[in-house]
């Protein structure tokens, strides 16, 4: 009686294990998407405002804190991308290995280890409001950039080409 008691808790617990992770590695990839458009875009403001002409210091600061930021994005998202395959190398080595043992251990390591590599909504939030800003400050550019200035620019570019 207690013996049956214990293998369906131990079942119960892994089953339940299971599912979170797998929850867990559903959300990470959308957090990892999500990244992935914010890089994108700031890689976008940043492309665009290189081609008009900024004067203004303010505008000048803004461009090199979204340099900053983009940066920044680049390294967390390629860590994460890394972390991410190294998971993926670590199961095609343990496919020989039984499914129970590599579950077991998988269960024991997300116990005995906190998951600080995994990716958090609250790092993606910080770069989709640098994506905010970026926007702005595309708009702030082009706004203070006439159609004259931007041909001149647009010219000058062409004989350098």
């Not at 461009?63 to 860590?79: D, H």
């Not at 280890?113 to 990716?119: A, C, F, H, I, R």
Request: proline share 1%; charged share 25%; hydrophobic share 40%.
């Amino acid at each position: 009686m207690v013996a049956s008691a214990l293998v369906q808790e131990g079942v119960s617990g892994v089953l339940s294990l299971a599912v979170s992770n797998r929850e867990d590695k559903a959300s990470q990839g959308h957090l990892m998407k999500r990244l992935e458009m914010a890089q994108s875009e700031l890689e976008f403001a940043l492309e665009r405002s290189s081609k008009m002409p900024i004067t203004d210091v303010s505008l000048l600061q803004r461009r090199m804190m979204l340099k900053c930021a983009f940066k920044e994005c680049t390294i967390v998202l390629n860590k994460h991308k890394l972390l991410g395959d190294e998971e993926v190398e670590q199961r095609a080595v343990g496919v020989s290995s039984s499914l129970l043992s590599w579950k077991i251990m998988r269960a024991v390591q997300s116990f005995s280890s906190p998951k600080k590599d995994q990716l958090t909504r609250f790092e993606v939030e910080r770069f989709e409001w640098s994506v905010e800003k970026a926007h702005g400050f595309v708009r702030d550019v082009e706004s203070g950039c006439s159609l004259l200035t931007l041909y001149r620019c647009r010219l000058q570019l062409a004989k350098l080409n």
